[in-house]
């Protein structure tokens, strides 16, 4: 069974950085290792609907990662196979983005495993 | 980038109740279409795929119909455990986004 275990969140202020993590465990089908897992970051304000943040490719597929626009230039997710981990790198933080981050993934087709989900507070 | 709507955004019922929540998107998706469930406090859960493919578990009283821009969930017989808000989202093209979601609550 697909495991994602997430760290990293927490309190910080406005105009500052946060980096996530997310460990993947269980990738045993054939075919869907975390090597070959498109991996993504969805994000869910206090009280308010899901939001997409963005996703990565595997390496074999390119490896490229892209961006909802609210966090485009701001926000960088990366991938480390041999850590089994997936990051997401936020700078330049707005109180807007106050959040529990998501990492999820899917093998055919919508986000079928997530993270227990990290709360992400921006506030001075 | 492509919008989502669904309605209704709350819906009231009743265990047994037949359920449909309609999501509509901004252009036509062909069948690029997911449908979860999420709980208070809870990680979404993968309900429907490909507009229509049930997800592995999911029960069969939950099926999904639609293309292009209209998209149809629906809960045959509602159950207990049913009583959650449901997102759509499009997986057409980047950003992949979501419906604002429909409540589903007790009448």
């Known amino acids: 069974e697909v495991q994602l275990v997430q760290s990293g969140g927490g309190l910080v202020k406005p105009g500052g950085s946060l980096r996530l993590s997310c460990a993947g465990s269980?990738?045993?089908?054939?075919?869907?290792?975390?090597?070959?897992?498109?991996m993504s970051w969805v994000r869910q304000a206090p009280g308010k609907g899901l939001e997409w943040v963005g996703r990565i490719k595997s390496k074999a597929s390119g490896g490229a990662a892209d961006y909802a626009p609210p966090v485009k230039g701001r926000f960088t997710i990366s991938k480390d196979d041999s850590r089994s981990t997936l990051y997401l790198q936020m700078n330049s933080l707005r109180t807007d983005d106050t959040a529990v981050y998501y990492c999820t993934t899917g093998r055919w087709g919508g986000e079928a495993h997530w993270g227990q989900g990290t709360l992400v507070t921006v506030s001075s | 980038d492509i919008q989502m709507t669904q309605s209704p955004s709350t819906l009231s019922a009743s265990v047994g109740d037949r359920v449909i929540i309609i999501c509509r998107a901004s252009q036509s998706i062909s069948t690029s279409l997911v449908w979860y469930q999420q709980k208070p406090g809870k990680a979404p859960n993968l309900l429907i795929y490909?507009?229509?493919t049930l997800y592995s578990g999911v029960p069969s009283r939950f099926s999904g119909s639609g293309s292009g821009t209209e998209f149809t969930l629906t809960i045959s017989s509602l159950q207990p455990d049913d009583f959650a808000t449901y997102y759509c989202?499009?997986?057409?093209?980047?950003?992949?986004?979501f419906g604002p979601g429909t409540k589903v609550d007790v009448k």
């Open positions: 490909k507009a229509s």
């Open positions: 989202q499009h997986d057409d093209s980047y950003p992949f986004t």
């Open positions: 269980g990738f045993t089908a054939p075919g869907f290792s975390f090597t070959d897992a498109w």
